[in-house]
């Protein structure tokens, strides 16, 4: 089953201002800066608080470029919110499960994520308008 809230994903056009906001805002800190460019993003994970099944964040996300995920959401929403991030144990299995359900996977196999984690995102239109990612933290995180 889901064991926490991992992280909420945030598209920004800017990734530098939009730490300096939650820094400056929130007192967060950043945990982890990375460029994926399987994901299409430059992304920032800001530590937000420590629970019994792992930690918690919030993820700011800054497109590569217009004709990426984040980048199409940004054309036309704007910034905002753009995913959940909830935490399982094992994510192959937790796909397996969900599948099952008739919930599309984006991902039929975990990909790499932040901080090493294994990731795999559920298609929005079959999860209410939230696309949903899932999220085993690695066992020996960077
Ligand atoms: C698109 N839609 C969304 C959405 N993005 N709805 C809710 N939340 C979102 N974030 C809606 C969109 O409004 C359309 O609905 C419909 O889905 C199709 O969207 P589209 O613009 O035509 O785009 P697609 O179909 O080319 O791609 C949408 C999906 C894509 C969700 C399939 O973005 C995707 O594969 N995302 C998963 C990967 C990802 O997001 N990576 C970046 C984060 P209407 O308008 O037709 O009703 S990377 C990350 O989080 C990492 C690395 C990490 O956590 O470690
Ligand atoms: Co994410």
């Keep these: 089953g889901l064991t926490r809230i991992d992280h909420v994903g945030i598209a920004c056009h800017d990734l530098e201002d939009k730490i300096a906001f939650y820094e400056s805002t929130f007192g967060l800190v950043v945990a982890s800066r990375e460029v994926n460019e399987a994901q299409g993003v430059k992304e920032a994970m800001l530590h937000v608080a420590d629970g019994p099944s792992g930690s918690s964040y919030v993820q700011l ?82």
């Design 61 to 142: 996300l800054e497109p590569l470029g217009p004709d990426t995920p984040v980048g199409k959401f940004l054309a036309k929403r704007g910034e905002g919110v753009h995913h959940v991030g909830y935490g399982v144990d094992d994510v192959a299995a937790a796909l397996e499960a969900i599948g099952a359900k008739h919930v599309r996977l984006l991902d039929e196999r975990p990909r790499h994520g932040s901080m090493g984690a294994s990731i795999a995102f559920l298609h929005p239109k079959d999860v209410g308008g939230v696309l949903t990612e899932l999220v085993q933290a690695s066992e020996d995180p960077l």
